[in-house]
């Protein structure tokens, strides 16, 4: 089956933090299961956010942004996230140079 458009799995997933729908809930309803991390669904996701959906996620799945708290909440995540890979490449980077001179 194909995957989802945008506007159906704005209209699938749950409104709030409180009851987040997993990628996989969300492959399976559709029939568009790929059997891993589900990165296909995870594109339309990427996708619908690019559109103007209000989506956010937690460890738990994906939801609807509701609240200025969910709002807040989520945004210091995806900081929190940039941050870490941003001191991942400064590590990467500083152990590639002093393996060449160190």
């Known amino acids: 089956m ?3 458009t945008c506007r159906q799995i ?3 997933l749950n409104i709030g933090s409180d009851n987040p729908i997993t990628a996989r809930e969300i492959a399976e309803h ?3 299961s790929d059997g891993g991390v589900e990165v296909p669904i995870r594109d ?3 996708q619908a956010i690019e559109e103007g959906g209000l989506i956010g996620s937690n460890n738990h799945g994906f ?8 709002y807040n909440n989520y945004l210091e995540s995806l900081r929190s996230r940039q941050r870490g890979i941003s001191n991942r490449i400064k590590n990467l980077q500083n152990n590639w140079r002093n ?3 160190g």
């Open 63 to 70: 939801f609807l942004i509701n609240t200025q708290e969910e």
């Open 2 to 4: 194909p995957l989802p």
């Open 30 to 32: 559709f029939d568009a």
């Open 99 to 101: 393996r060449l001179y």
């Open 44 to 46: 339309v996701i990427r």
């Open 10 to 12: 704005i209209r699938f």
